[in-house]
């Protein structure tokens, strides 16, 4: 008897490219010398997770405005009645993109670690002027929102390591304002930012009472906070890699499976995982809330 792989209700994440326009030290997405797929497998891809009866899609890499034919995607998404979410660096963002594509997007979620330009520097995310970049981002994206009454959740992604675990960040995140934000703690994976391991590594303890002390102020402004801890990251996620493998994190390194480009859901999932693997996931993704409403 064929094993029974649900996922309906659950969100997956898209790698969709391993290119980005910055290298962030901490970065455990980096997928060396993976290629990117074709717009037309990732639409293949988009038609069984559909079939499938998966909630939201979530937009990630890499950073994915780098990918040529996101935009398509995105609109297939639409079309698809998926929730839709994108990960970004905010970088490449642009009125005119903002224009056309925001009216697909239902959760846009801006990575910022610091209100600190020189820590943001040093864990080589942009050139110095990465946090005035980000509160411009945010008048944009609020700007054309409103101009085509098209509410969008506003989130940010903080990755809480060594070098700015004693940061405050309380003043950037209430100016910015955000429904939500997301503390993670500094993961190694093996292959793909180990060697920075030594320099940003931060223990379980030393995460939580980062979180702590700022968690009441930003809830008493109405932002939820949500908090993963390095084994709640690896166990809570179902994602693909560029070449719309699921990938398994798990035991902080990748394993991947086969591509749903080519192979059925069950057969993609069962190279991966067992029926339970993907029902403890699911009872992860519950804890850490990335089952929220919208």
């Not at 639409?43 to 079939?51: A, C, D, H, S, Y």
Request: net charge positive.
């Amino acid at each position: 008897m064929e094993p029974n792989y649900s996922i309906e209700g659950l969100t997956v994440n898209l790698h969709i490219t391993r290119k980005c326009n910055i290298r962030c030290d901490y970065c455990f997405a980096v997928y060396k010398k993976i290629p990117d797929l074709s717009i037309e497998s990732w639409i293949e891809i988009l038609k069984k997770l559909r079939e499938a009866k998966v909630k939201k899609i979530n937009f990630s890499g890499g950073e994915p405005l780098v990918y040529r034919g996101l935009e398509k995607l995105l609109k297939l998404s639409r079309r698809l009645e998926f929730k839709t979410s994108i990960v970004t660096n905010g970088i490449l963002l642009s009125d005119d993109w903002l224009r056309d594509n925001i009216e697909n997007i239902d959760i846009m979620a801006v990575s910022l670690d610091t209100g600190n330009e020189s820590i943001q520097q040093s864990l080589n995310r942009g050139s110095g002027n990465y946090v005035t970049q980000t509160k411009r981002r945010f008048q944009e994206i609020r700007y054309w929102s409103k101009e085509l009454n098209h509410p969008v959740y506003l989130k940010i992604n903080t990755m809480v390591n060594r070098l700015n675990k004693e940061d405050n960040p309380l003043s950037i995140l209430l100016e910015l304002n955000p429904d939500r934000v997301k503390f993670l703690q500094f993961c190694v994976m093996e292959g793909e930012n180990d060697k920075f391991a030594k320099k940003l590594s931060i223990s379980e303890k030393e995460f939580q009472n980062y979180v702590e002390r700022v968690r009441p102020s930003l809830e008493k402004s109405g932002i939820t906070v949500v908090s993963e801890t390095e084994e709640m990251l690896w166990s809570s996620y179902l994602i693909l890699d560029p070449q719309g493998r699921f990938c398994d994190k798990r035991h902080g390194k990748n394993k991947f499976g086969y591509s749903l480009a080519k192979n059925s859901l069950s057969d993609s999932l069962g190279s991966l995982y067992s029926p339970t693997d993907i029902e403890l996931i699911r009872k992860k993704m519950v804890e850490r809330k990335g089952l929220y409403p919208l």
